[in-house]
């Protein structure tokens, strides 16, 4: 079942789940803390934060950390993903193709952290040419 910006309750759900996994972080280098929590088909959520490397590239997005858990739980179609963070960026383009992969109407809820003010998305807006040409 698909989530809409009006699943007020569901959404504030994530929002806090979000914000909480934003203070586990661990970005040293950056101190940009990012938390994100996934809603699964079922209602079960997964949560995840970013996690710095001081190899730049080994970064870990809060975003692919809470997919890998859901995905590591086998829940491969989801709802709607919350992602907290200093000005409430949107996800980068990496995390977009890697979310696309399970579903391009996903809904995307990005929050500021300090204001709690939210942005509502839908994945497919936001990445509307991903890469699905995968040769059989």
């Known amino acids: 079942m698909q989530l809409t910006p ?5 959404i504030d759900s994530l929002v806090r789940a979000s914000l909480g996994a934003r203070l586990r972080a661990h970005a040293p280098y950056s101190n940009f803390q ?3 929590a996934l809603l699964a088909d079922d209602g079960e959520m ?4 970013n996690i710095e490397n001081a190899s730049f590239s080994l970064t870990l997005c809060a975003e692919r950390v809470a997919a890998a ?3 590591t ?8 993903i919350a992602i907290a963070s200093k000005g409430g960026v949107s996800p980068c383009g990496a995390c977009r193709q ?4 399970f579903g391009h109407e996903l809904l995307v809820v990005c929050v500021d952290a300090q204001s709690e003010q939210r942005k509502i998305f839908q994945l ?3 990445l509307p040419h991903a890469f699905d040409h995968i040769p059989q």
Do not use: M, P
């Open 6 to 10: 009006d699943d007020s309750a569901t």
């Open 73 to 80: 739980a086998q829940k491969r179609h989801w709802r709607a």
């Open 124 to 126: 497919s807006d936001l």
């Open 98 to 101: 890697f979310l696309s992969e």
């Open 69 to 71: 858990a859901a995905v």
């Open 34 to 36: 990012v938390g994100a």
């Open 46 to 49: 997964f949560i995840g934060c």
